[in-house]
């Protein structure tokens, strides 16, 4: 057993390199498939502790940057550090965990290693338990199976079904692996064998031919004109008073330096790390120069709404993103803004605050008591260019910006902070979301970050520009929005729901005798 529970590990720390930076995507099918392996006959506590040991292997492999956040902005020692990263790390685990209690609970109706089992019930059974992962404490879908496809044939899927159902197949494909590793291994050439065979080719040859429809076009009649702030703060610095005027100083010169003619000036989230209400002398200078210079600039601050009209600490602070240089002068509050609705849990908020409270202290994280913007929120407008925003995390939620996504959106665009996790591997993942956003929609995608990593991203999902992380700098590049609508962007997860429904259907037919 214990060779098992060490296999499991490997086979979960591999599944990193499937990701961005290392977008080895046959890893992923590996990975899984080797869970499956090991799972399939084992008894419940058994799958259990497998499912455990790769949800450790897994996390800690994949999210073990959250370690800087904690160690070096949170000024932790390094052993506390590691606790709470250990801590988080066991919590994610319990859901590879549920997935093996749950799938070997089904052996009366689904037998170790048959195709009701790895092909039907375990990407049912995956799929509930990343739901539950992305829920729970308002979650955390972090590397979901299906961003490894994002550079493999299967990234043609992305389109038709979103993230959810690329995850889908991303387990029914390990499932059919697996399936016919057994029969193989068993000599077993039965016509389940053979089926699987060709259900194994099937999906891998239909991407190409859905690589060559082309669900949105290219609108070369009009043009938008970009340019990205990157103030490259350092995080450690960013929230305190003494770096304030430094920080807004940097970013005006960047962007007086960048006016034009229709020209829309990107800034990243919380540029400004202070109350909109404190800077109302500098927000109205920047709106006349911007109206006067014909530019448009989206600035990411943090709103304070008093509460009774009391500046204390009963207020609701927001996220947000405003245009400044509309036509009508900046007057607080202005509608042309986006809330960030979807919380960070103990970096914007804390759950189960009257006990969690504590750890929330201890990690000192500036701004943790935020409260939501509302779910649906209309676009930014920027030079008669429509904007479906969202605000960092945000972005690996697919099925928000799907209820924000309306046809006559031009652009995704999506502002950032990823100067919490250093020089790690987190940024490059979370970009690497941004990207399947992009493809899903069909929409070319807009991302500026505080200190990297600022990308322009095409409607195929492609970075057509990018910037050095770590670096001061301006991201200028022309692009015109595109027209039509993906399957994903017409009916969002009603596809993928219906395919779920579908895959139920072998467990309520009787097997005639």
């Known amino acids: 057993m214990l060779k098992h529970l060490a296999l499991a590990i490997i086979f979960g720390s591999i599944a990193v390199f499937s990701y961005a930076p290392f977008h080895i995507w046959p890893l992923a099918f590996i990975s899984f498939a080797g869970l499956l392996w090991l799972i399939a006959n084992k008894s419940k506590k058994q799958a259990m502790l497998i499912g455990l040991c790769w949800g450790i292997g897994y996390f800690t492999a994949g999210v073990h940057w959250i370690y800087i956040s904690i160690k070096q902005y949170g000024e932790l020692p390094s052993s506390v550090a590691l606790i709470i990263l250990g801590f988080l790390i066991l919590y994610l685990s319990l859901y590879p965990m549920l997935f093996a209690l749950l799938l070997s609970c089904l052996k009366r109706f689904a037998p170790p290693f048959s195709l009701k089992q790895l092909v039907f019930a ?74 699987a065979l060709i259900a194994l080719f099937a999906f891998s040859i239909a991407p190409f031919l859905f690589n060559q429809i082309n669900w949105t076009k290219v609108d070369k009649h009009r043009v938008a004109n970009f340019a990205l702030i990157q103030g490259n703060i350092a995080q450690s610095l960013r929230w305190t008073h003494q770096q304030l005027n430094q920080t807004i100083d940097t970013y005006t010169k960047l962007t007086k330096a960048n006016f034009g003619k229709d020209k829309i000036i990107i800034w990243s989230e919380a540029s400004i790390t202070d109350f909109e209400i404190n800077q109302q002398s500098l927000l109205q200078y920047l709106d006349n120069q911007a109206r006067a210079n014909e530019t448009e600039i989206a600035v990411g601050i943090i709103d304070y709404r008093f509460n009774g009209g009391r500046y204390d600490d009963d207020g609701n602070v927001y996220n947000t993103l405003l245009v400044l240089g509309d036509k009508t002068p900046y007057e607080y509050p202005t509608n042309n803004r986006y809330q960030k609705h979807h919380l960070v849990p103990f970096g914007e908020f804390t759950p189960l605050e009257s006990v969690l409270k504590p750890i929330t202290n201890l990690l000192g994280i500036p701004m943790s008591s935020m409260q939501s913007g509302d779910i649906k929120q209309a676009p930014l407008i920027m030079k008669g260019f429509k904007f479906t925003t969202v605000i960092c995390y945000e972005v690996i939620l697919s099925d928000l910006i799907w209820q924000n996504f ?108």
Not at 134 to 158: C, H, M
Not at 420 to 438: E, N, T
């Open 122 to 195: 375990a990407p049912i059974f995956w799929q509930l338990t990343e739901f539950l992962r992305g829920y729970i404490l308002t979650g955390f879908s972090w590397l979901e199976l299906g961003y490894s496809q994002l550079d493999s044939p299967l990234r043609a899927y992305f389109p038709l079904i979103g993230i959810n159902g690329v995850t889908l197949l991303t387990t029914i494909l390990s499932g059919l692996i697996t399936y016919c590793l057994f029969r193989l291994k068993q000599k077993a050439f039965t016509k389940h064998f053979f089926g």
């Open 406 to 513: 309306s046809a006559d959106t031009d652009f995704l665009l999506t502002v950032s902070n990823d100067a919490w996790f250093g020089d790690s591997i987190g940024p490059k993942q979370h970009l690497q979301m941004a990207q399947a956003r992009a493809l899903e929609f069909g929409r070319p995608l807009i991302r500026s970050t505080n200190n990297g990593i600022t990308a322009i991203i095409d409607h195929h999902g492609k970075i057509i520009q990018q910037l050095p992380q770590f670096e001061t700098s301006v991201l200028s590049q022309t692009l015109s929005p595109t027209i039509g609508l993906t399957p994903y962007a017409r009916w969002g997860n009603r596809p993928y729901l219906i395919i779920m429904l579908l895959m139920t259907l072998p467990f309520f037919i009787k097997k005639r005798k």
